[in-house]
Structures are given as C-alpha cells and as structure tokens.
C-alpha cells in the first residue's frame, strides 16, 4: 500500500463544474503539498499546508491531520485546469523529502 | 528572476553508459532535491542537498550520486544505466533545509527526460 493515497485517478468533468480531488496518507506529516503537472513534465506548486484551509483563486485546499486526509477543490473548472494534480507530502520535518501520491488525471471538457 | 533551469531538456543514452544531469536553483535558495518520475507514477525522492553536504537519501542504489557546488548548483549522476532508469528526472530547489519543522515549497524545474536504448 502507498503511503499516500489520491483518488480518483482518473477526472473527467464539464467546463464550470466543481472539481474535488482526496488524498489520503498513512505516515505521519509535517507538511502536505497539493502540486499541478502539466503534459511535458513541469510541477508547479499550489498549495502547502499543515493545518486548516487554503483558498487561492479557484483552488481551495484544506487537510484534517486527525483523520489524514487532505482535498483539493476547483471551484468552476475550465479547460485550463486539466492537468495532473499530484499531492505530496513531507514526512519529515528535517528534509525537503517529498512523498508523492500517483497523482489524478483531470480533463475538463468545454 | 529565473526560476530553476535543467540541463538537458532530453537525452538518450544507451545500456551501460552513464549519465550527468544537471540543475540551477533559484538564485538565494540552498537547498536542491532530486526525483525520479517513471512514466504514468508519482516522482521518487532520490537526494536531497544543502550547503553542498547530502541531507536526504532515497531508496535508489549507489550507481546515483550527485553533488551541489558552492554556487548551490547541482549535478545527478547515474552510472552503469539501466532500461529501467528511462524517466523523467525533477530537480527542486528551496531557500533551505527545513529543519525544525519549518517545511518550505519547493520549486520545480521542467525536467530532464532520459531515454535509456
């Protein structure tokens, strides 16, 4: 079993609708991140958080540590949102090591 | 200011053969770690440097190895390739190690893309 957990792997959604993507982990944390992978290869990173909530734009991330569970929502998707998102996390707190899930395939279809 | 740069941006090699790649942080940022993406899975941490000195390993054999120069500039080297070490391999660069809990976004190049024949 991964350590960290995303579903779905696979998102199919509308243009406008409200996109939610879950990851779940199995170690303890000092930081979770919510990365963007687009075709080609490049990572940009949303969103890190350690506790509560997180709104930038369209994107909300929030993470409940009791229950190691984190989400990422998109909040009226478009086409430009589709992408790999990818949710990670440092399961160390003296290293930058990341942890990665699979990460989930989203299109957005006009 | 730039962000952080690989070189190259693809590369084939075949059986055996070894490899360098490299990477620039962004300029200020000491620390830089590397990851390995085989197709169609998350990426795997292999190091993590700062201050020129080794703070992370992965689980990834002694054929890899890397360095970071005074500059904070990082090489990857990877000898003795395998068919299996085809991937797509990330460098990350942060202001610093994070310790004490003080995790810290990391910033991501595009990648090299290594095709092993």
């Known amino acids: 079993k991964n350590e960290v957990e995303q579903s779905p792997q696979n998102l199919t959604a509308q243009e406008g609708e409200f996109i939610t993507i879950n990851c779940s982990y199995s170690?303890?944390?000092?930081?979770l991140h919510w990365l963007q992978q687009h075709p080609g290869g490049g990572i940009v990173s949303l969103f890190m958080?350690?506790?509560g909530k997180k709104k930038h734009g369209r994107l909300i991330a929030t993470i409940n540590i009791q229950e190691k569970h984190s989400s990422l929502h998109i909040t009226a998707s478009h086409p430009r949102d589709s992408a790999v998102y990818i949710c990670?996390?440092?399961?160390?707190?003296?290293?930058?090591?990341?942890?990665f899930g699979t990460g989930t395939l989203l299109a957005v279809q006009p | 200011d730039a962000g952080v740069t690989q070189s190259p941006t693809h590369l084939i090699k075949t059986r055996g053969q070894h490899v360098t790649l490299r990477c620039s942080p962004i300029?200020?940022?000491?620390?830089v770690s590397w990851y390995q993406q085989v197709l169609g899975q998350g990426p795997q941490f292999i190091f993590q440097?700062?201050?020129?000195?080794?703070?992370g390993r992965g689980n990834f054999p002694d054929r890899f190895s890397a360095r970071q120069f005074p500059n904070y500039s990082s090489e990857l080297n990877v000898n003795a390739l395998l068919l299996g070490d085809s991937a797509l391999y990330l460098c990350?660069?942060?202001?610093?190690?994070?310790?004490?809990?003080?995790?810290?976004?990391?910033?991501f190049g595009d990648g090299t893309r290594l095709s092993i024949l």
């Open positions: 990670a996390v440092n399961g160390d707190g003296a290293t930058n090591k990341l942890i």
């Open positions: 990350a660069s942060s202001p610093g190690t994070g310790g004490f809990g003080g995790n810290q976004p990391q910033h």
């Open positions: 300029s200020g940022h000491k620390s």
């Open positions: 958080l350690s506790s």
């Open positions: 440097y700062y201050e020129k000195e080794e703070r």
């Open positions: 170690v303890g944390i000092s930081a």
